[in-house]
């Protein structure tokens, strides 16, 4: 059993442009969650997904975030017209239908906007 | 919202000792409280988790404690090693599925 992935694991990019991660999760989880992290702090819930269904959206993540999980296995997670305050972390769980509460982390996409 | 204090914010232990890190949650929609590990530049690596049908569970070095009444968890590091040196975040259920995590206790265990 492969664990959760992201890609890319870095991303560099001028404050404006779209940038777009994704996240693939561990088969057959069913629920998958995006969360952001800065220095020096806890993961924040940004948005999860059950199956394909976009389920909880936190206040955090604003209009210029949208995230996709159209077949219901990987998820897209896309930051239009980025801003510096966007320089995070951004980190991918996924968890079983039998033990929902169970989150496994991907190892991350780190974001730097300029 | 729910939040969940995590004490202390930095903790040094020497090797063999024991690290002891508190949380604090105010309600919960469902029981169940994770303790995560990270290391530099690596996701959250789940470490050991606790559903209070128990007030301890023990995974080798690593034991949460749980008092409900008092709405507290600890994390019990026995025997530290300077491999355990990390950043060691709790949880807590929010309203939905979603985590709220504590802070982070940054462990040094010196050799």
């Known amino acids: 059993d492969t664990g959760v992935s992201q890609d890319p694991r870095h991303k560099i990019t001028k404050r404006g442009q779209n940038v777009t991660f994704r996240c693939d999760p561990i088969?057959?989880?069913?629920?998958l969650y995006w969360y952001r992290q800065t220095l020096g702090q806890g993961p924040e819930f940004l948005t999860y997904f059950q199956n394909e269904a976009q389920l909880e959206k936190s206040r955090l993540l604003s209009d210029r975030f949208s995230a996709e999980r159209p077949k219901g296995s990987f998820s897209t997670l896309e930051i239009q017209r980025t801003e510096q305050g966007d320089s995070a972390m951004y980190l991918c769980?996924?968890?079983?239908?039998?033990?929902?509460?169970?989150?496994?982390f991907g190892p991350g996409t780190r974001l730097l906007v300029l | 919202q729910q939040q969940v204090k995590q004490s202390p914010q930095s903790l040094i232990v020497q090797k063999g000792g024991i690290s002891i890190i508190n949380c604090a949650y105010e309600n919960t929609a469902f029981d169940y409280f994770p303790w995560y590990q990270q290391f530099p530049g690596k996701g959250p690596a789940l470490l050991i988790a606790?559903?209070?049908?128990?007030s301890e569970k023990k995974e080798g070095r690593f034991t949460i404690s749980f008092n409900k009444s008092s709405k507290q968890f600890s994390l019990h590091i026995m025997d530290s090693q300077p491999g355990d040196s990390a950043t060691y975040f709790c949880?807590?259920?929010?309203?939905?599925?979603?985590?709220?995590f504590g802070k982070g206790t940054t462990l040094s265990v010196s050799s």
């Open positions: 606790i559903r209070p049908d128990v």
């Open positions: 769980a996924s968890s079983p239908e039998i033990v929902q509460e169970t989150q496994y």
């Open positions: 949880a807590a259920p929010n309203t939905g599925t979603a985590l709220i």
């Open positions: 088969s057959e989880h069913n629920r």
